[in-house]
């Protein structure tokens, strides 16, 4: 097959499981964690048992595919990855796995734990760490959409180069996208904790790491 045509049949399938990850990201992020917090207890515990799985399995799944087609465009660009797709796809990857080695992982335990409750059980001990360690991470993720997406669009239509010669400027995007990482890991919210405190922290993480490759 033309290696042109798997790479926009890449570039689609890309487009379509892109949507579907992030989408659902912003609902659990902006809607669903946000009601959460005002619900009571018989409609937290229904939700965790009817509405989330089904929404996590097209979630972590169109984290799977955007991940897959992403690396087969990778592939076929080879050489002609510049810095700016190079960072977006070291944030889309860290989203990867946060979503399948931590969200996931702690959301089966919440999960298990509410199943549990509604059968008139009691509540998993671990799920009240779990919870939080899920949060994190999704909230971090949320961070690092924002300039993830900035940075895949400006590869095609604002680059900043190749990597030769722009070393420096990559090495402290990454660096700076690492202890975001470490955070995600070990860390606490902060100003994340909010709607409001994610989405301005993804926008002015979007203009460090702009700077950064701008002008390094």
Partial sequence: MDSILIDYLARWGHYLAGMT??????????VQTEYFKEADGDARTDAFTKLVPRALWWFRWGAMFTFLSGLVMLGIRGAGVTVDITVGAVMGTLMFLNVWLIIWPNQKIVIASNEQVKSGG???????????????????????????????GSSAHYAHGGLNGNTTALITALVIIAVLELNAIFGKQGPMTTVRGVIGSGFGLTAVLWAVVALL
């Fill in 21 to 30: 990850w992030i989408g659902l990201l912003y609902y659990f992020n902006f």
């Fill in 122 to 152: 009691e509540a998993l001990p671990e799920a009240a760490g779990a919870a939080p360690k899920a949060g994190l991470a999704s909230r971090t993720n949320t961070l690092f959409s924002i300039p993830m997406l900035f940075f895949m």
